[in-house]
């Protein structure tokens, strides 16, 4: 006679499901890779419709158009998601000009603010009623070593930096007792294709100028590696916070460079 034990081993497990924003590139869609390759059903959000269709047919996940300073595309995403969401990474944000306080344009200082607070803001409050239903859930906001420290002409991306780390600190203090961790991951010196170019509105050279000469920048399947980690681990144990940086950057202001041919 069959042992009813070894019947109910052999039933599949229905997929865990997770939700990245920002995930058409860099850090986002390298970290929808890593949570696929753990297993996950991955809900890939973000701006570009094509970029992002495109990640989830390659991890069979579920791709979904949504600007998360949008309150209808956020509802739309969390639809998508469904009724229970095991894992969300607030992913989506950005850096804008690079302007002495004095020159800044208020504009972009909104505009960071909005992808980086409120964006994270509205995803976090669409999604927390799944991310309660599935008993065992994990919140990675995705902040920044800008989010520790200030420096010359970062005046509007450090506020918005300090802000994600702010609004983690508080939901894990107004969230304790539930079943949801929650952690900020503040990378430092990534290199990825975008983010430097966006910040320097396209200025090719002014964005390849910040990593000149620094020996092995982290890449964004570095950040994701973190991610992945934290979302897997034991559902007691909570990472409240993990600064990453690469080896030649000990501060925001102290970074080691080669000479260059």
């Known amino acids: 006679m069959p042992h009813c034990g070894h019947e109910r081993r052999d039933r599949p497990r229905p997929r865990r499901t997770a ?3 920002g995930a058409s590139s860099g850090i986002g869609a390298a970290t929808a890779r890593t949570l696929a390759d753990a297993g996950f059903r991955v809900v890939c959000a973000a701006r570009r419709a094509d970029r992002v269709a495109a990640l989830a047919e390659e991890i069979d996940g579920v791709a979904v158009a949504c600007d998360v300073t949008d309150a209808a595309q956020v509802a739309a995403l969390a639809a998508a998601a469904g009724d229970v969401v095991h894992v969300l990474v607030n992913n989506a944000g950005g850096a804008f000009g690079s302007e002495p306080v004095e020159r800044a344009d208020a504009e972009q ?3 960071m603010y909005d992808v980086n607070v409120i964006g994270l803001l509205r995803v976090t409050q669409a999604l927390l009623p799944a991310l309660r239903a599935s008993g065992d859930a994990v919140l990675v906001n995705v902040g920044s070593t800008a989010g520790r420290v ?4 970062g005046g509007g991306y450090t506020a918005a930096k300090h802000g994600t780390k702010v609004v983690t600190e508080t939901l894990r203090l107004e969230l304790v007792g539930e079943p949801i961790r929650i952690t900020e991951i503040a990378p430092g010196m990534v290199h990825t294709p975008e983010f430097s170019l966006v910040r320097f509105g396209g200025d090719q050279a002014a964005a390849d100028k910040v990593y000149a000469g620094v020996p092995d920048p982290l890449v ?4 994701a590696d973190a991610i992945g980690w934290v979302a897997t681990r034991p559902s007691h144990v909570n990472i409240d916070q993990l600064v990453i940086r690469p080896r030649a950057q000990a501060a925001q202001h102290k970074v080691h460079r080669v ?3």
């Open 109 to 111: 200082w909104r505009a």
């Open 259 to 261: 000479p260059q041919d």
């Open 19 to 21: 939700v990245v924003t």
């Open 220 to 223: 964004a399947e570095d950040v």
């Open 150 to 153: 200030a420096y010359e002409g």
